[in-house]
């Protein structure tokens, strides 16, 4: 599978017509999708529209579009001439990890590309995590940076979150 081939299945759609009906200067931004071994991929695929200042998403199998609320802006057209697409990333996530020395071995990545850099969180089956950057055109990756769950809790800004860094600077009081 390869984000050109998704691309072109969507621009095929009535409702990727009806969106360019509606929003003309749209481009395609970004590209989110979760890779598990063994199954087929269901990219969504992501159109910025200048005009608004909006992204609007396209999930596959492309039936439908939503144009989310939240304004956007700095987004640029995302290429689809790259060496490291859809059918190849998770064998080239396996080779950098390794190549890295890290033990984990994914069984999901959660991928994003954006500005031609995959944005990519690896989990193993014991919710090991890690993160890392790759670029989609020339392959070179960041160090793998060791992640957990409550790094997302934060980020959501949930009450896992703060509970957790409360109980880390209580835990870490008490040592003192």
């Known amino acids: 599978m390869k ?7 969507l621009r095929e759609s009535s409702a990727y017509k009806d969106f360019l009906d509606k929003h003309p200067d749209a481009f395609f931004s970004t590209a989110f999708l979760i ?7 269901k990219p969504q695929l992501d159109f910025f529209i200048p005009s608004e200042e ?24 995302q290429e689809t001439n790259i060496k490291i ?6 064998e ?3 080779g950098i990890i390794r190549n890295k020395s890290s033990n984990l071995v994914p069984n999901k990545i959660i991928a994003v590309l954006s500005k031609d850099l995959w944005n990519l969180t690896c989990m193993d089956s014991m919710l090991g995590m890690l993160r890392l950057k790759v670029n989609a ?6 160090s793998p940076e060791k992640a957990n769950l409550m790094d997302f809790a934060r980020i959501k800004g949930g009450d896992l979150g ?3 860094d409360k109980a880390k600077e209580i835990t870490s009081s008490e040592q003192d």
């Open 3 to 9: 984000i050109e081939s998704e691309l072109k299945k």
């Open 35 to 41: 890779l598990e071994k063994n199954r087929e991929p």
């Open 54 to 77: 909006k992204l609007s998403s396209f999930e596959h199998p492309y039936e439908s579009f939503k144009v989310h609320d939240d304004k956007i802006s700095n987004l640029q057209e």
């Open 85 to 90: 697409d859809i059918d190849n990333l998770f």
């Open 92 to 94: 080239t996530v396996e």
């Open 137 to 142: 055109k020339t392959t070179e990756s960041s």
């Open 162 to 164: 703060k509970k957790y």
